[in-house]
């Protein structure tokens, strides 16, 4: 009897490439002082031009116009960025006075209010919504939208109909590939937190680099190419960042989780490429787009040159698939303006806006670009994952033009032991689910 | 430090340039009265408040036509907001949303000879 096989599995193989990450990186970007009406301004002419073109195809007959241009009664087209006057939205003040709290003053519920309105504006003059074709519980600040109406004689704009960006072009999927090759997706990691169950990450690490299971699970591992992770994975404990110095029993609880990190991520990146983006509890800067963590926190891993350290947003390319993710930040702000049944439409939201991150830089700090505005999405991806969300969720939606996006949402490692797996023949998706409790019945 | 007081009082009456941009051509319409002390040439020049830059008294003629087309510049809404860069800057990124703004613009801020920041940097 046979006790080893002899078959030794090799990993698949796979192209990667990020290029698109450039647009994320702040390195060659000079702080001369400017204010966010730059970002504001780039967003507004790219997305306008845009919209002008998609314009004539909507409603050929209707002129269109600047909103100081508006005549009472006369129907056109304008073109601008919402504004959503919220009655509850938190004061930048209110957290300025209280700046020296621990724990983070605004607790994240949803600050929408039936009073809340819509305001269109472009740099010319603003101008109030009416009509209930425009819902203010779905929209929020910074999405760039052409609206159809009309003056009325109180002033406001009576919305008759909305055009939104849509879906990007999108490149070709090929289809020619004949395997099942994966790519895991997984977030929350949370290391140095209560809850956080090391086991739980060393049986994925285990799985991923085939020490788990028998043949056939080892075969299942070999098809796994790339792995992703999507933010907050370290979670440290609040009551050392008070901005006091630490003792030096305290620093080495600082960076334990650190250390323990980059102890599995060398083990994970032995074996196949791995991706890790910061996400907001992470020790990058705090605005978007977060920079990659540095290299310097994981020593043991990042000699490897599968080993990647990527800014969120994180765009690449397997295998001529286009994947487009973030840690979660853009989602959760949504949550707190605006509502929907489910978080995968904040996300199918966002990329029928165009814009990976509308509320930025009203309510989700951004850096300040002049020239251009990183978030707005101009290819389509063939998937849009979400991190550091609360349960899984995926869909599969399909553009005007034929695109077919892949939309997940990832759940918090630490909370659920599920991570997420992407077949790049078929945009297919499972769960990679792993329990450490031992029932007793 | 009396001419001082007297030309930041005359600052705060005037009224701005052409905040519009390219629909009125129209000048500075208040006039600041040049205090004696003050080395001034050709006093009799209107010399807007705008000639402040970077805190000192900008009393030379070098405000010159060329000076007032970049400030043109500055103040036509197409090209965004001018504030927070450099005039090359914002000119480069007209050029880069297809804007098709004027050559003669890049030109002068090529040559050195004018200045390179917008009209309000520094004073907002």
Known sequence: MEIDSEKIHERKQSDYNSLQDERFEIQKEMYRGQQYSQIYFARLHLMRTLLYSLAPTWKSHLPVCKVLGLEKGKECIIVGTLFKHMKLKPCVLDEYSKERSVTPLVKPHNFMHPDDNLILEDESGRVKLAGSALSPAIYVTGVVVALHGKETNAGEFFVEDVLEAGLPPQIERPIDLQEDKYVVLLSGLCIGSKSANPLQFQLLVDHITGHLGDEEEQGLAAQIVHVVIAGNSFEFPRKLINGQNLASKDQSTLYEPIKELDIMLSQIAAGVSVDIMPGTNDPANFALPQQPLNRCLFPGSSPYNTFRSCTNPHSFDVDNIRFLGTSGQNIDDLGKYSEAKSKLDFVERTLRWRHLAPTAPNTLGCYPFTDRDPFLIETCPHVYFVGNQDKYDNRLIKGSEGQLVRLICIPKFCETGIAVAVNLRNLECHTLSFSTQINQS | ?124
Not at chain 2, 1 to 13: I, P, Q, V
Not at chain 2, 59 to 78: A, G, S, V
Not at chain 2, 95 to 106: A, C, F, K
Request: glycine share 8%.
């Open chain 2, 1 to 124: 430090m009396a001419t001082t007081a007297k030309n930041l009082k005359g600052f705060y009456k005037q009224t701005k340039s052409n905040i519009t941009g390219g629909i009125s051509k129209s000048k500075p319409s208040s006039r600041k009265v040049a205090p004696k002390h003050a080395a001034a040439q050709g006093s009799d020049v209107t010399q807007p408040a705008a000639l402040i830059s970077h805190g000192s008294v900008d009393l030379n003629e070098d405000y010159d036509k060329e000076e007032e087309m970049l400030r043109q510049f500055d103040m036509n809404i197409t090209y965004g907001p001018c504030l927070g860069m450099t005039r090359l800057d914002r000119w480069q990124r007209a050029v880069r949303l297809g804007m098709n703004p004027p050559n003669e613009i890049e030109k002068l801020l090529k040559t050195g000879k004018v200045q390179q920041d917008c009209l309000w940097q520094g004073r907002v």
